[in-house]
């Protein structure tokens, strides 16, 4: 039976009509509601390198603006987000190391929690030195990258402590990614559904006002969640998840590593444990969902203590405090936030400060 023209015309109207509506949306939005027009450094401040995948470009000097932000980016000769430092034994130094958590996406230099943990201790003294505090965290950097840093500044610095932030979204996968690039036997899955995310994100208005702007509305997060139109992370909190075992077993091979390399030279090392957003704000739905919102945080935890190496788990404290730690349009910590968990970390290095150089 042939359809007629005119039918055949309706059913194209029918399918094509949702395309058409959302283009509507879409024109209206960037008419309206455009997304907001970012000043991005990237292009700049970032070189490729056959060790660490990436690395800031030393003596990089710009800036990042953004809807709650704008701010000046200096990176020195070593390639960190510092003023330019040098070997000094007069100092107790500490060396922060992670990816962008450390380094301070979003904040100023003397926002980051680096900055701050060096003002916090500037009254007190270490093996009867003054204490500086040293920004080496670049964004990107899983537990490996972060390593490798670590190896290259110490000679440069001699840091009688490192602190590795630890955060649980993407250390690990972070990790995978570097070891792909270096070993072509290892395969990642590629993530359509996070590249398509990456280009809405970039590209669509409409994207950029119900993803963004209005993602400080606990009602509406809670609604995408529930739903399945924001997604989870869920081999993070499922039980006996072979990717996670995969994953967290080398970031915690690792670890391992760091402690050994830092004992060798007589420092310390202190992990400091950084949670997915989701697990402070929602973990009741990840619950609703019948996953284990503390799995990770149980699993590294118990590998820390066993092997006897500094922690801190941020999740409860977090908990406490909520969403005004956490920029509106972004899972990073703003100003408030990495205050917060600065003094966390400064309390901790004054409660333990006999037992750093023998970790």
């Known amino acids: 039976m042939k359809l007629k023209k005119k039918d055949m015309i309706y059913m194209v109207f029918i399918f094509l009509s949702p395309v058409l509506i959302l283009i509507l949306i879409e024109f209206a939005f960037r008419l309206f509601l455009p997304p907001y027009t970012r000043s991005n450094p990237s292009e700049g401040i970032y070189l490729p390198d056959k060790t660490f995948g990436h690395r800031m470009v030393p003596g990089f000097t710009g800036r990042r603006k953004h809807e709650e932000f704008d701010i000046e980016i200096k990176i020195n000769s070593f390639g960190m987000r510092e003023e330019e430092v040098a070997k000094d034994k007069n100092y107790f130094t500490i060396l922060n190391i992670g990816d962008s958590f450390t380094y301070g996406y979003g904040l100023k230099r003397e926002e980051t929690i680096a900055y701050k943990i060096g003002s916090d201790l500037a009254g007190h003294t270490l093996d009867k030195k003054r204490i500086r505090s040293?920004?080496?965290?670049?964004?990107?950097?899983?537990?490996?990258?972060?390593?490798?840093?670590?190896?290259?500044?110490?000679?440069?610095?001699?840091?009688?402590?490192?602190?590795?932030?630890?955060?649980?979204?993407?250390?690990?996968?972070?990790?995978?990614?570097?070891?792909?690039?270096?070993?072509?036997?290892?395969?990642?899955?590629?993530?359509?559904?996070?590249?398509?995310?990456?280009?809405?994100?970039?590209?669509?208005?409409?994207?950029?006002?119900?993803?963004?702007?209005?993602?400080?509305?606990?009602?509406?997060?809670?609604?995408?969640?529930?739903?399945?139109?924001?997604?989870?992370?869920?081999?993070?909190?499922?039980?006996?998840?072979?990717?996670?075992?995969?994953s967290f077993g080398l970031l915690k091979e690792n670890v391992k590593k760091m402690q050994g390399y830092l004992r060798d030279k007589n420092a310390g090392l202190i992990v400091v444990i950084i949670p997915e957003d989701i697990q402070v704000l929602y973990s009741d739905i990840l619950r609703g969902k019948k996953l284990n919102p503390v799995k990770p945080q149980d699993d590294i935890t118990s590998f820390l203590k066993n092997n006897n190496i500094h922690y801190i788990d941020l999740l409860p404290d977090l908990q406490k405090e909520g969403r005004q730690l956490y920029f509106n349009f972004d899972s990073h910590f703003n100003p408030q936030g990495s205050q917060f968990v600065a003094k966390i970390v400064s309390d901790y290095i004054l409660l333990h400060k006999n037992s750093f150089s023998a970790n």
């Open 134 to 246: 040293l920004n080496a965290g670049v964004t990107g950097y899983g537990s490996l990258n972060s390593f490798y840093f670590l190896k290259e500044l110490f000679n440069e610095l001699e840091p009688e402590l490192a602190i590795y932030y630890l955060f649980i979204g993407n250390d690990a996968t972070d990790d995978l990614a570097l070891l792909a690039g270096k070993n072509k036997d290892i395969h990642l899955n590629k993530n359509y559904g996070q590249a398509a995310k990456d280009f809405l994100q970039n590209n669509s208005a409409f994207y950029d006002f119900i993803f963004k702007r209005l993602k400080n509305s606990s009602a509406l997060s809670r609604l995408f969640l529930t739903t399945g139109i924001r997604g989870v992370q869920s081999y993070l909190y499922k039980e006996n998840d072979s990717f996670y075992n995969m």
